[in-house]
């Protein structure tokens, strides 16, 4: 089936370090991968979109990248701070246009120390 | 900033009993999804609508879920009756095709505990 798996196991890094996350794709190819940041209690915020023709995107601090080869998107806080604390979500698009299906992996859990 | 408004944000309910969820999607999306998120996991997609149709709904248990959003604004889900399995957040996103692209941008969750 098509999925979307993102490591379950929480990510555990240092103040001012950067966080690393990992988003893979099986059986089935997105035309373009989303990353959301969730807060305990709270509906998912949109970070960064990526198409599947784009190598990289950066806002401020965040990167992500798309490797169609390795069916893989990572997604990197530099500089993390313990307000980065928060689970990351990768999604990615069945479809197209008005249709498109967004569909998520499990997230990761990001835990930035002081 | 335009939000997506859900109510309520807490329902604890028996099992049996009949719980409804609401939403307002943001002015002029056009696309609204109901996903259900259980504790640890990801979102789950339940129904899509494009406007009033339902785009998709194949994930959604028909025996005792339903969705609409009859004049393509506002989305009811409701489940009839409720099982103890039903304990989940339930989102509500909406969406504006850009570039090709949906972004969603969800509300805030309505939390449901099935005793």
């Known amino acids: 089936s098509q999925k979307i798996e993102q490591n379950s196991e929480a990510l555990n890094i240092q103040e001012g370090k950067t966080a690393t996350l990992t988003c893979n794709y099986t059986n089935y190819s997105p035309a373009y991968l989303q990353w959301y940041r969730q807060d305990p209690g709270r509906g998912p915020v949109f970070l960064l979109l990526?198409?599947?023709?784009?190598k990289e995107k950066r806002k401020e601090r965040l990167k992500v990248t798309f490797d169609t080869t390795l069916k893989q998107s990572l997604f990197h806080i530099t500089a993390s701070q313990p307000a980065d604390s928060a689970t990351y979500l990768c999604?990615?698009?069945?479809?197209?246009?008005?249709?498109?299906?967004?569909?998520f992996g499990q997230g990761t859990t990001l835990q930035v120390k002081p | 900033e335009a939000e997506v408004a859900q109510s309520p944000r807490y329902k604890i309910t028996e099992k049996s009993q009949a719980v409804a969820f609401w939403c307002d999607p943001i002015?002029?999306?056009?696309?609204l999804y109901w996903y259900r998120q259980i504790l640890g996991q990801g979102p789950e997609l339940l129904v899509q609508f494009q406007d009033e149709s339902v785009v998709d709904d194949s994930q959604l248990p028909k025996d005792r879920f339903s969705a609409e959003r009859l004049k393509g604004v506002d989305s009811t889900l409701k489940i009839q009756p409720a099982e103890l399995g039903d304990s989940a957040m339930y989102l509500c996103?909406?969406?504006?095709?850009?570039?090709?692209?949906?972004?969603?941008?969800f509300g805030a969750g309505s939390r449901l505990t099935v005793l």
């Open positions: 002015s002029g999306h056009a696309t």
């Open positions: 999604g990615g698009v069945r479809g197209s246009g008005n249709t498109g299906k967004l569909i």
């Open positions: 996103a909406s969406s504006l095709v850009s570039s090709g692209a949906n972004v969603l941008t």
């Open positions: 990526i198409r599947e023709n784009e």
